[in-house]
Structure formats: structure tokens, C-alpha cells
């Protein structure tokens, strides 16, 4: 599909008509997942970046290839180890001598960061300078070599995946790292009847044709479409003074917080509560969020950024368990 053969964006309906094209084309390959096949194009539309969360088998890395042939994106798979340098997914430069004149230049050879989705597998099994220098080239959006800086085209995508499992010989990211990322999604195991189909179309001889059902162009106007939208200011009151309550010992904190939470959600979180609740309210047919999306879209834009005490192990308290009971007392 070319971007000739796309009309302009006009209502929120387009991004609502691409969404089930891509969703259709998905679920032809990936059972199940609905959720998290949402909250990843969410993070598209809101340009984040999203660290998916799952044991080996729930077909991570198969479900972001399939997005990537789905929405017509350059897609780049990094698979990160113990002795992956910077420079291994940046590029570097290389010495390289003209033929006519002998003169001897460098030239930037281009890493794998160079394309629009970027599948970073298990990035925790890599050295902080390596994953330091990917969260860099997601904030920044362009790479700098030799003094030199090389922008990345967009739209840019990083999906991140961890096994929650065997630790050892893994390097966690810090939490202000991990505050890159927009969401952070957990992928659960199948129902019965999932697993019965995974494992039935998995061991034939059946083909899966995929079609294209969006561009970048699109996707571009999409996320353009979603900035525009109006937000109440009730609605982002209401989101900043969610991420308020994950403070512990400030004003207005529950006690279950001071008690569980050394660290709670800065100002980026009320950040992407907000762009995602905009995304959100888009895909369910409205023109402006409200409440109850934000707090639709608060456990992965949570989830991540609070840091649990000795108490809250001691407890068997998660970070899921606090943000829930935070929805259920902050004021509406």
C-alpha cells in the first residue's frame, strides 16, 4: 500500500478503522493478547516506547515482527548479550581510502538503531553503557558518532522485552532508565482455549498472509491527531494528582503508601497518563479523554516508576496492589 493510495485523516474514525484492520492482521498470527496489542498501539500513537514483560514462549518478539510487517515499517531485531558494545547498535566509523585519490576518509556506518521499529530483546542481559546508550537514542532520537550527530527516522519505536525469570548474569535497568519507557506491559500465559489454538496453528503446514494496513505517513498523522486533542482540566488535575499520591511522606499521601513505596512516579508519568488516556479515548470513538481512561492506562504507566520497600516484600505487596488502591481513594 503506498501513502498515493491513503486518504488524508480526517476524524478520529480513521484511526479507529486502522486500529481494527491492524488488530484482524495480528490475530491472525498472535492468539489472544488483545490488551496489550491495544496498549502497544497506544504507546505508537503517543511516540513512546514500551518494555514488554513475559517468560520465554508468549511469542514477544513474534508479536512485534508481526506489528512491524502489518504497519509497513522498517523493523530491526537487536538481540542484546553480555558483550554487545554501544557502538554495536549506534554504528561507529570505519577508515576508508578513495580509490582515484588515495585520500584516506571515515564514513559513519549506520547501526541497527536505524529503523522505525526496534526490537531490543532481553535488554537486561546487556551492560548498563550499552542499555545507557539505547535509552539515550529514545530520548534524544538521534545517535552521535565522531562528533557528529545522525538523526533517526521517524517514526521511531523501541520495544524492549525482559524475562521476568533467571536473573543471574542480568543487568536490571535502573528506574530512571526504565522512566524512558512509556509503558510497561506484562504478558500472561493463554487461557486453555488460546493455547489450544497456538498449538494448533503452529504445527501445521498453513501459511499466513499479512497484509500492509498502515504507513509510516499514517502513523505520522495519527499521532498528530492525537497531540490535537482537548483535554479538560479537571481530567489532568486529576492525573497529576494520581502521580502526586505515589510520593511517599508528602501531602496528601495515603498512608499504605508511606508505608510500601520508597520512591514514587515523577512528572513524566502524569505525562504519558495523560497522552494516553487522549489515545485511548480516540480508539473508543471520543474526541476527549476522561477519568476513566486515565486510570484505564495507569497500571502500565505506573507500574514501573514506584519503587516497593522491605515492607511491601515483607507483605507480599506489589506495585500493581498499590495502584490499584490508589484508584480506589484518590478523588475524582
Request: net charge negative.
Amino acid at each position: 500500500m503506498s501513502t498515493a493510495d491513503v486518504s488524508p485523516l480526517s476524524s478520529l474514525e480513521d484511526i479507529q478503522a486502522g486500529f481494527a484492520r491492524l488488530r484482524s492482521e495480528v490475530g491472525k498470527v498472535i492468539v489472544g493478547q488483545d490488551e496489550v496489542v491495544e496498549q502497544i498501539f497506544i504507546c505508537l500513537l503517543c511516540r513512546g516506547h514500551a518494555l514488554l514483560v513475559g517468560v520465554p514462549g508468549l511469542a514477544k518478539t513474534l508479536l512485534i515482527r508481526t506489528l512491524s510487517d502489518v504497519l509497513d515499517l522498517s523493523f530491526s531485531r537487536i538481540q542484546f548479550t553480555p558483550d554487545l558494545m554501544p557502538s554495536d547498535i549506534t554504528g561507529t566509523e570505519i577508515l576508508e581510502e578513495d580509490a582515484s585519490t588515495g585520500r584516506r576518509f571515515f564514513k559513519f556506518v549506520k547501526g541497527p538503531l536505524f529503523a522505525n521499529v526496534i526490537l531490543a530483546d532481553e535488554i537486561n542481559r546487556t551492560p548498563p553503557k550499552t542499555q545507557a546508550a539505547l535509552l539515550e537514542a529514545m530520548q534524544e532520537r538521534h545517535v552521535t558518532a565522531g562528533g557528529s550527530s545522525y538523526e533517526l527516522e521517524a517514526p521511531f519505536f523501541v520495544l524492549a522485552t525482559q524475562n521476568p525469570i533467571e536473573q543471574e548474569g542480568t543487568y536490571p535497568l535502573p528506574e530512571a532508565q526504565l522512566d524512558r519507557f512509556m509503558l510497561n506491559l506484562w504478558l500472561d500465559y493463554p487461557d486453555f482455549s488460546q493455547e489450544v489454538d497456538v498449538v494448533r496453528n503452529t504445527t501445521s503446514a498453513a501459511e499466513v498472509t499479512l497484509n500492509t494496513v498502515m504507513t509510516g505517513d499514517d502513523l505520522r498523522r495519527f499521532q498528530h491527531f492525537v497531540r490535537q486533542v482537548p483535554v479538560a482540566d479537571n481530567v489532568i488535575e486529576y492525573a497529576v494528582r494520581l502521580v502526586g499520591m505515589t510520593r511517599p511522606n508528602r501531602n496528601g499521601s495515603p498512608d499504605f503508601v508511606n508505608n510500601f513505596l520508597n520512591y514514587g512516579a515523577g512528572p513524566r508519568a502524569s505525562q504519558y497518563l495523560v497522552l494516553g488516556a487522549k489515545a485511548l479515548a480516540v480508539l473508543r470513538g471520543r474526541t476527549t479523554p476522561l477519568i476513566e481512561d486515565v486510570n484505564a492506562i495507569a497500571i502500565p504507566v505506573l507500574r514501573h516508576r514506584i519503587v516497593a520497600n522491605f515492607n511491601a516484600e515483607a507483605d507480599g505487596v506489589t506495585n500493581v496492589d498499590v495502584i490499584q488502591r490508589l484508584l480506589a481513594t484518590v478523588d475524582q
